[in-house]
Structures are given as C-alpha cells and as structure tokens.
C-alpha cells in the first residue's frame, strides 16, 4: 500500500515537473527516503526474527536464512545507507516543522502538523481503530 501511494506520488510529481512546479519534490524524496530505510530494516529483522524461530535449525543451509539476511542486510546500504535516508527525513521534518511555525501552507503528507502549531488539537480516546492509530502517529511526530 505504502508503495503504490509513494507511486502515484511519483507519477503527479512527474507532472508537474513537466509544467516547472517543483513545489512537491522535497516532500517525495522524503518519503522515498523513509520507506526505504524503514522497510529494509525492518525486512532485516523479519528475516531474523524467523532464523531465530527456527532454533538451532535457522543455521542450516537448506533453512536459506543466512543468504535471505545477506542480502536483506544489503538493502540498508545499497542506494542510500540507512542512517543517512533517516537523518533526510528528519532533516525535512524539522524544516516543514519551521514552515508551519511561519503559517506556510504544507505539502498534504505533512498538513497535520498545522493543527499542532495553532495548538488546536482536540484529546482523542484511545482505541485500537486504524485513525486513532494515525492520529496517535501524528501527535508524536509534531510534539
């Protein structure tokens, strides 16, 4: 799901680098940044996760563990090692941060933060529903 959203972010930014608009560059390169920096790492630990699983028996070689972590490991360097494409998107986060300080209007995956500026965020109950999870997420990035 994340991919194909990060896809047609592509693609309308393609469009509009077609007509010179630039204004949307920043926030897919942050994004690109993200997702492939969270997804190999966490890649990296699934694949662990299940060597470990298996015991004694995630060393064998007929269990493909150690080549399937070789090359998920891989990923985090390959194309932007990973603590660099984190400190990317923290470095847009913190300047996206500045522009809402300033009332600038914000690229859409970044629009929450305006309401946390203003102060005007409402207390929420928890529940275990997928938009309290978001708004949850959202909470703590801006704070």
């Not at 966490?42 to 399937?68: K, P, Q």
Request: hydrophobic share 40%.
């Amino acid at each position: 799901l994340t991919a194909d959203n990060l896809w047609k972010m592509y693609e309308a930014t393609q469009v509009d680098l077609e007509t010179g608009n630039t204004d949307r560059l920043p926030e897919l390169h942050a994004m690109a940044c993200c997702l492939k920096a969270v997804s190999s790492a966490d890649t990296a630990a699934g694949v662990e996760v299940c060597r470990l699983s298996c015991g004694g028996h995630g060393y064998l070689t007929s269990a493909n563990f150690l080549s399937m972590y070789g090359l998920a490991t891989a990923a985090s360097t390959y194309e932007g090692e990973n603590t660099v494409l984190y400190l990317q998107t923290a470095r847009y986060l913190v300047k996206v941060w500045n522009q809402a300080l300033k009332g600038q209007q914000l690229m859409p995956t970044v629009r929450y933060l305006e309401q946390y500026v203003t102060k005007s965020v409402k207390r929420f109950a928890w529940s275990d529903s997928t938009p309290v999870i978001i708004e949850a997420f959202q909470a703590v990035t801006a704070n």
